[in-house]
């Protein structure tokens, strides 16, 4: 289930998508033609639709219209669809619900927020809007943190089984990877939206791992929200994917995230570095000496925040890793808190 996910994070489109722009009129007049039920297999209906979303310029016209029909046929992807069900007549109700689902589209809902779901390194959670769609970029991310848990050095009775603050838990994505694949792990998940936490709740009982999280409404750029979280300190490591779009372009977001995601999950500031300046001040405060400090950001990042840290020594962070992601554009930090001088 990766393409889609890695064409939105491709945030920026034409000036054609903005709020306002001339996409949203071509639907209001536009009845989708109705194909006979009955006489449709899901292979026609694939290619039926995929026509329909070409015409219509909507992005990964297949892939979409696969997702779709797959769902409505009980599976995950149009591959893993049972042989006998490609060229099979589907049922009047099953031509409906596609059409129902395929028209969201059309309406440049993002695939994930139709389904209802979408994995995140092979978890399976439930999606609604306007919680932030999980991107492939940040599964880079979960992968890097759980390498450097692995080779930390053994510390009497916590190998293994760090405790973990996520800032900006949304649908609980990052967390609840954690969790899954640190068995002995515990994480504090904060965000400021109620639809993140309630989202992140549910999941955490969908998979079971509800135990070792704690789930906390809270706004971290507020004066003194670390205290909220001091109960819990010291903590092995922060991670987050915070909000860091830098503000003048949200407006060229693609449709899909502008009209259906949280522009606050999104709007980092005027440079994107509200939430992440708000995260490096309350980490120190929290984390273990030598604790450290995972985020996403965007490839103007790593420079912005070295120059901060640097104008801030009273916070004893430094920038240990800068890591590329897969297309080779720096967009993980790995800060560190130093030990204190003997
Ligand atoms: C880019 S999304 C990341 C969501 C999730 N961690 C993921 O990677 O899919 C950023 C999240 O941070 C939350 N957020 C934004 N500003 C915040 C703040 N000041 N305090 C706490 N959470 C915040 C948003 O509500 C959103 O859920």
Known sequence: MKLWGRM?????????????????????????PSPLAGELSATALVSHWTKIFEKRGIPEAQESSEYIVAHVLGAKTF?????????????PQQVHCIQELCSRRLQRMPVQYILGEWDFRGLNLKMTPPVFIPRPETEELVEWVLEEVAQRPPVAGTQGRPLILEVG??????????????????VIAVDKEEAAIHLTRDNAQRLQLQDRIRIISLDVTSEGSWTHLLPWAPLDLVISNPPYVFHQDMEQLAPEIFSY???GALDGGEEGMDVITSI?????????DSGSIFLEVDPRHPALVSNWLQSRPDLS???????????GR???LHVQ??????
């Open 8 to 32: 939105l994070w491709t945030l920026l489109s034409s000036p054609r998508g903005r709020r306002g722009g001339t996409w949203s009129w071509a639907f209001s007049s536009w009845q989708p």
């Open 261 to 263: 995601e949280d522009p």
């Open 280 to 288: 490096l001040t309350l980490a120190p405060r929290l984390l273990k």
């Open 330 to 332: 720096p967009r993980f």
């Open 79 to 91: 591959q893993s669809l049972k042989p006998v069900f490609w060229n099979k007549p589907l049922t």
């Open 337 to 342: 808190k130093s030990r204190p001088q003997v």
């Open 317 to 327: 962070l430094h920038l240990v890793t800068v890591r590329r992601d897969l297309c």
């Open 169 to 186: 838990c949304g649908s609980g994505a990052i967390s609840l990877s954690l969790l899954n694949q640190l068995p002995e792990s515990q």
